[in-house]
């Protein structure tokens, strides 16, 4: 039932932009995908939904769960696990978040990220419904169509996504692939667009909730409805579908702290055990306090409970606050789920939307400070009012139904020689020169061709060349003293990347100009070259002009080629360094000359360097746009890893510390920082909790040694007692968190910069994973779980000792940790596999 109002909608502006659209529009088919995994994805999308229909009756809306394109195996473990790592192990999910968020914002392409939706099927789904628009409400997808995007599919469809939390993270390069973004709240709309998020493609919509603000008078009516005195303070204890938090420790500080009569709705979601501990401690309270203790109810019933309190004490998920505010509910955030929800809880404190409890003593003071203190609690209620008038979803209405919002193509001339260049060179070049000032840039770019090619036939080997100053000087193999008098051109860097008109007659775009257009391009940028080394270099370039037009020097593949170029000038500016290959008379390489030169860079504490990438551009039109990594014949195991491969980065690659690139339908240049941690604005939080994230081997061994703890609580004689006993459930709870952070500490190793300690600890777990499938979850006979305790016991003391070098470096901990997130879940869906039919065998 529902206790709210007969007919929710969603909170909507009445602004002249929240106007309604002419119901007559041509009806169009929108698809919508949203996650399982909570309630508010969902929530938000039939929210969106009803806004459609309400403006365009005939438009037919498709939901769809993105979880359904996972594994049915491995989404019935996801859900658990995550859950699990989430209730748990607060120390692992933190660092897990982390690292997410790091790689993130670090790696070069979203589409470089694990992910558990596959693209071929949500693509092949997307062609079989054939919409007009898609949007989302989950990161996860979104991500997913925006890859799709990037690689040239749904080109002609509208795609947009709303962000339904409260956090910024890597999310804005989420929206640099779609064509629009819809934000929660303005401060959100600003980090997106200092991470370089153009304007026309976020806007502030707020969270669609099918609530409306509730007025004193109607929260009477709705207490009187369900049960409750209508005169006397109420409290709402929520904690989501899952019911997370300790409600009996909350329940006893409220005592402690608040006088008066006071009426608690506890909402238990789906957690059975905490309904029962409650109930069982209603009888005990005193007569002041009245408790009314809920189970998982419907939607409609749970913003009920909320529009009927006075207090609300929740965690922070994005749905049930964006109904708290729009309904008008002085808020107390718990910090039950680490990560994201603690990143929402900070932005909610920092507006003032929200009060933060650490503990369940900071909850029941600031529960008395809100009854007590009318000018405290009339604070929060005007940021909420001021979050309720923001809230404008007519506007993701609007981006799904009316063709202006349609999104641009990449014109048929883009990127072609004398076609239409990518907008903002100058001004990306400009930012870069900026942040990354140089006086040398050497430029070493990719191999190229017009077909998809593993080994590019015409220049496996890509191509060197060299900036002094605001000059590219690089060797052109097609020059003719006739035509040409320059065997080098010289072109500004924005000509040699972007550049779309020919420098002189004998010029190939994509390869000796415009390279961006046709492959990547890597720079290794140089600061603090003396002016007499520049002068210098310049004069060889000079040397080298003259003696190709006097017919002395020409360009030859093996013995004076576009590494041979660059190398000579670097030599007369003092800085030359041979190659293996050309000390012994081989041709030179351009990835060796350019590998060489950087090393005898780093060799000089005068100079400064940083390694940029310059990527292809897609969505280009020109002949040549397929790159591949530059090959060597003088390293052929790294050459043979690199044709075979097309996932792995090389080494020299991860070095890249920002790049210029491009999106496909958006024809921007975008300055880029790959070294951003959480924030990808550069715009750093005060964290709610003081200490920041561990390492995740640090967290790993934390939460080992806190669960271990645990054990030592309960007696090993009572443990043989626990048959049919309540507390079995939280003893297999306790076993299983083990073997968990076991899983994790193993992948990470094995993950790691530690490998030559990692088949040490694959050995113990593996005895065990074979110990715990020795224990009966139904009885845990004292023999079983002894042995379990002592191997368990065994592998903290190994990892202790062995995963935590004193040495351990700060880069060492970041490197090993971000390779576990994407490896981890198929490993564990294995291991649980084999557990499960293990113990289904007895």
């Known amino acids: 039932m529902n206790l709210m109002s007969p007919n929710p909608q969603p909170a909507r502006v009445t602004s002249q932009q929240g106007m309604k659209m002419d119901a007559s529009l041509p009806p169009k088919k929108i698809v919508i995908f949203y996650s399982s995994i909570g309630y508010g994805h969902i929530s938000a999308a039939q929210a969106i939904r009803a806004e ?37 192990l607060p120390e692992c999910f933190e660092s897990l978040f982390d690292a997410m968020q790091t790689r993130g914002n670090r790696i070069p392409s979203l589409s470089m990220l694990p992910t558990d939706y596959p693209e071929g099927k949500v693509h092949a789904y997307l062609t079989q419904q054939a919409p007009d628009v898609i949007l989302s409400t989950h990161y996860g997808a979104a991500q997913v169509l925006g890859t799709l995007r990037e690689k040239g599919f749904l080109a002609n469809r509208r795609i947009g996504w709303l962000h339904t939390d409260f956090f910024e993270g890597y999310f804005p390069r989420i929206s640099k692939l779609i064509d629009r973004t819809f934000l929660a709240h303005p401060e959100l709309e600003s980090r997106w667009l200092a991470a370089g ?37 109420t409290l709402t204890l929520a904690g989501g579908k899952e019911g997370r938090g300790d409600y009996v420790d909350f329940i006893y500080s409220v005592m402690r702290h608040v006088p008066c009569s006071l009426q608690i709705i506890a909402a238990c979601g789906a957690n059975a055990s905490l309904r029962a501990r409650l109930e069982e401690l209603r009888g005990s309270l005193p007569s002041r306090l009245t408790l009314k203790v809920v189970g998982l109810v419907p939607r409609s019933d749970m913003t009920a409970y909320i529009g009927a309190a006075d207090v609300l004490i929740t965690k922070a998920g994005g749905l049930t606050l964006a109904e708290a505010f729009t309904i008008g509910v002085p808020t107390i955030l718990l910090d039950v789920i680490s990560g994201h929800e603690r990143e929402n809880a900070a932005l909610f404190v920092r507006q003032g939307l929200a009060s933060f409890a650490g503990n369940a003593e900071d909850a029941g003071r600031l529960v008395e400070e809100i009854l007590s203190d009318p000018v405290r609690r009339e604070e929060i209620l005007t940021a909420q009012r001021q979050y309720r008038e923001r809230t404008n979803i007519v506007s993701i209405a609007r981006f799904a139904l009316d063709d202006a919002e349609d999104p641009v193509y990449p ?43 593993r080994i590019v036939r015409e220049n ?21 003293p006739s035509v040409d008098p320059n065997f080098l051109q010289h072109v500004s860097l924005a000509d040699y990347l972007y550049g779309v008109t020919r420098p002189s007659p004998s010029q190939v775009h994509t390869n000796t100009y415009g390279m961006a257009y046709g492959r990547e391009t890597l720079g290794l940028r140089v600061r603090g070259v003396p002016p007499e080394s520049r002068a210098a270099m310049v004069a060889e370039a000079r040397r080298q002009e003259g003696a190709f037009r006097d017919g002395s020097l020409q360009w030859h593949r093996s013995d004076f080629n576009c590494a041979d170029v660059v190398a000579q000038m670097l030599a007369a500016g003092g800085y030359g360094r041979r190659s293996l290959g050309n000390r012994i008379g081989l041709p030179s390489m351009p990835l060796d000359v350019f590998e060489g030169i950087r090393a005898r860079f780093e060799e000089d504490p005068s100079l400064q360097e940083e390694l940029i990438a310059y990527r292809l551009l897609p969505g280009t039109q020109a002949p040549y746009r397929f790159s591949r990594f530059p090959l060597s014949m003088w390293q052929p195991l790294r050459s043979m890893a690199r044709v075979l491969s097309d996932a792995s980065r090389d080494e020299l690659e991860q070095a890249t510390t920002r790049q210029v690139t491009g999106y496909f339908s958006d024809s921007r240049l975008y300055v880029e920082d790959l070294r951003a941690c959480r924030s990808a604005s550069g715009t750093e939080d005060i964290p709610l909790v003081e200490r920041p994230p561990l390492a995740l081997e640090e967290a790993i061994l934390a939460d080992l040694r806190r669960v271990l703890a645990v054990y030592l609580e309960l007696p090993f004689q009572r443990i043989g007692r626990l048959e049919g006993h309540p507390a079995i459930k939280g003893f297999d709870a306790l076993v299983n968190r083990g073997l968990e952070l076991a899983r994790l500490a193993t992948e990470h190793a094995e993950d790691g910069l530690l490998r030559l300690r990692a088949d040490r600890l694959r050995a113990l777990f593996n005895r065990l994973v074979e110990d715990y499938g020795q224990i009966d979850p139904q009885r845990f006979e004292l023999r079983h779980v002894q042995v379990y305790l002592a191997q368990l016991r065994a ?8 995963l935590l070098p004193p040495g351990a470096s700060w880069t060492d901990r970041v490197r090993i940790s971000l390779h576990v997130w994407w490896r981890q879940k198929v490993v564990f869906a294995r291991r649980v596999a084999q557990v499960y039919f293990r113990k289904r065998e007895k």
């Not at 859900?79 to 699990?84: A, T």
């Not at 496996?460 to 003719?480: C, K, M, Q, T, W």
Request: negative net charge; hydrophobic residues 45%; aromatic residues 8%.
């Open 52 to 88: 459609i229909h309400r403006q365009s009756r005939n438009t037919e809306v498709v939901l769809q769960d993105i979880r359904a394109f996972m594994h049915p195996l491995w989404r019935r473990v996801d859900e658990r696990l995550y859950w699990f790592v989430a209730s748990n």
């Open 197 to 233: 998020v153009p304007p026309d493609k976020v806007i502030t919509s707020g969270m669609p909730v099918q609530v409306e603000a509730v007025s004193a008078v109607a929260r009477q009516d709705i207490r009187a409805c369900i049960g409750l005195s209508p005169d006397i303070p």
């Open 411 to 453: 014109l048929p001339t883009y990127g072609v020689e004398d076609g239409a260049p990518v907008l903002g060179i100058d001004a990306a070049l400009a930012r870069l020169d900026a942040e990354s000032p140089a006086e040398v840039e050497l430029l070493l770019s990719y191999a190229t061709s017009q077909t998809p090619e």
């Open 460 to 480: 496996p080997f890509g191509h060197l060349a060299i900036r002094i100053e605001g000059v590219v000087y690089s060797a052109n193999y097609i020059a003719d």
């Open 795 to 802: 592998f903290e003391s190994v990892l202790g000792r062995e």
